[in-house]
C-alpha cells in the first residue's frame, strides 16, 4: 500500500485544537502518528491531490527552496538555535510566498512542532524526501550534518533540469519559427499568386496547384489545428486520470527507441540520487526505498520498485531484487551490490546517480546537436520549396504568354 496524506483535526494537550496533515500508509497508521505526538485526534480524512499539493497556495519557486535550505545550512551549522535561525530567514528572505512559509513554520516551532512536522503541512514544497532527511536529522541531533547534503542535492537537481532546459531552447525556438514561417507563407503570400492566375487565365501547375489548396484548407479549417492540440493534451490528461491507462502509456514511452532509454536513466538518477541521500542520512532501507519510489515519475518503473521493495522487506538483497525486474540498467544494479558487499550502498548510490545523469546529458546534448541541423534543413526545404514553386510557376505563367 503506498503512502498518502490524511487531514486531521486533534486537540494537543492544553486542549487548543490543532489542524495539519501527516504521511501514511492508512488511516490507522495516521492515528498511531497523532497519538505518538500526544495529540487527541477528532477527525481524520484522507487529503485529495489537490490538498497535498496545497490547493490555492502560491507556489514556491525551485530556487526560492534552495535559498532557504542552503541559509538554513548555513545557520545550523554555526548552532543558531532553530526558532532563531528561521527568524533571520524570515528576514533576509526575497519571496514574499516563501517568507510566508518560514513565519508559519517558525509559528509551528514556537507550539512545540518539530521542524519535520512543520514541513509536513506542506507537501507541495517540501518532498517526502526533504522531510525525511530533517526528522532523522531531528532524531538523530545531526541536523547539520545532512542539510549541507541536502542543500547540495537540491542543488544538483536544479542544474540538471536547467542543462536539459537550456539544451531544448535552441531547437524550440527553431521548430516554432519553421511552423509560423511556412504558416506566414501560405496564408498571406501563397494566395496573392492565386489572383495572379486567375487575372492570367493560364493552367495552373499541379505543385503551385496543390500549395493553393493547401493554403486555402488552412484559411478554412486552420483552427482544427488547435483543436487538435488541445485534443492531445485533454487525451493525455485523461490518460493519467486512471492507473491503468497510465502505466500501459509509460510503458509505452520506456519501449520508444533512444527517448525510452533517456526517460529509464533520468528516472534512475532521480531513484538513485534520493535513495543514496537517504541512506546516507541514516534512514532505514525499507523506509528509504519507499521515499525513493515515489519520487520516481514512470509509473512502470514504479510498479518495479513496488516488488523491489517486497523482496527486500522479505530479506532479498537490493542489488539482486533490482536485477530480477529485468527493468533497470546493469550498470545500477551491479553497483548497488558492489555497494551492498563494501557497506557503501549509499555513497555509490550517489555516484551512479552522477554516472546516469551524465548519460542523460550526453545523449541529449547528441540529440540536440543532430535536431539543430535537421530543423534547419527543414525550414529551409520548407520555405525555400514554396518560394521556387510558387516563382516557377510564375515564370511558367510568362513564358507561355510571350
Not at 106 to 121: C, F, H, N, P, Y
Not at 320 to 333: G, V
Request: proline share 3%.
Amino acid at each position: 500500500m503506498s503512502a498518502a496524506y490524511y487531514k486531521y483535526q486533534a486537540y494537543d494537550a492544553e486542549g487548543k485544537v490543532q489542524t495539519g496533515q501527516v504521511n501514511a500508509e492508512s488511516e490507522r497508521e495516521a492515528l498511531k502518528i497523532l497519538q505518538g505526538k500526544k495529540l487527541i485526534p477528532v477527525k481524520i480524512t484522507r487529503a485529495t491531490q489537490e490538498d497535498a499539493r496545497g490547493k490555492g497556495r502560491k507556489k514556491v519557486k525551485g530556487a526560492d527552496l534552495l535559498d532557504f535550505t542552503t541559509g538554513l545550512c548555513t545557520l545550523v551549522e554555526a548552532r543558531v538555535p532553530l526558532d532563531k535561525a528561521l527568524r533571520l530567514l524570515e528576514g533576509i528572505t526575497e519571496s514574499p510566498t516563501m517568507r510566508q512559509l518560514v513565519i508559519t513554520m517558525r509559528r509551528d516551532v514556537k507550539e512545540g512542532k518539530s521542524l519535520a512536522e512543520a514541513m509536513e503541512s506542506r507537501p507541495d514544497v517540501f518532498s517526502k524526501m526533504y522531510i525525511n532527511i530533517v526528522r532523522a536529522g531531528e532524531e538523530g541531533g545531526i541536523l547539520h550534518q545532512l542539510l549541507p547534503d541536502l542543500a547540495d542535492f537540491l542543488e544538483t537537481s536544479a542544474k540538471n533540469r536547467q542543462a536539459i532546459v537550456a539544451a531544448m531552447i535552441y531547437p524550440i525556438v527553431l521548430l516554432i519559427t519553421g511552423v509560423i514561417s511556412v504558416f506566414l507563407l501560405l496564408v498571406y503570400v501563397v494566395p496573392q499568386f492565386a489572383v495572379m492566375f486567375e487575372d492570367a487565365g493560364t493552367e495552373i501547375p499541379a505543385s503551385a496547384a496543390f500549395l493553393l489548396a493547401m493554403s486555402e484548407g488552412i484559411q478554412s479549417y486552420g483552427y482544427l489545428f488547435f483543436v487538435l492540440v488541445a485534443a492531445i493534451v485533454f487525451w493525455w490528461k485523461w490518460l493519467d486520470k486512471d492507473p491503468q491507462r497510465k502505466l500501459q502509456r509509460d510503458r509505452g514511452l520506456l519501449a520508444l527507441p533512444l527517448l525510452g532509454a533517456l526517460l529509464l536513466y533520468k528516472d534512475c538518477a532521480v531513484f538513485a540520487r534520493t535513495l543514496g541521500a537517504l541512506l546516507e542520512a541514516g534512514i532505514p532501507l525499507i523506509r528509504a526505498l519507499r521515499v525513493a519510489r515515489e519520487v520516481v515519475a514512470n509509473t512502470e518503473l514504479t510498479r518495479h520498485l513496488q516488488q523491489v521493495e517486497d523482496d527486500v522487506r522479505g530479506g532479498a538483497g537490493l542489488g539482486i531484487s533490482l536485477e530480477k525486474t529485468n527493468r533497470f540498467p546493469t550498470l545500477l544494479h551491479q553497483l548497488i551490490t558492489v555497494g551492498e558487499e563494501s557497506g557503501r550502498t549509499g555513497s555509490i548510490l550517489l555516484k551512479t546517480a552522477q554516472t546516469f545523469d551524465t548519460y542523460v546529458k550526453n545523449q541529449m546534448s547528441s540529440l540536440v546537436s543532430a535536431l539543430q541541423p535537421a530543423l534547419i534543413l527543414f525550414l529551409g526545404i520548407a520555405v525555400g520549396g514554396i518560394t521556387i514553386t510558387m516563382l516557377s510557376a510564375v515564370f511558367s505563367m510568362n513564358t507561355v504568354d510571350f
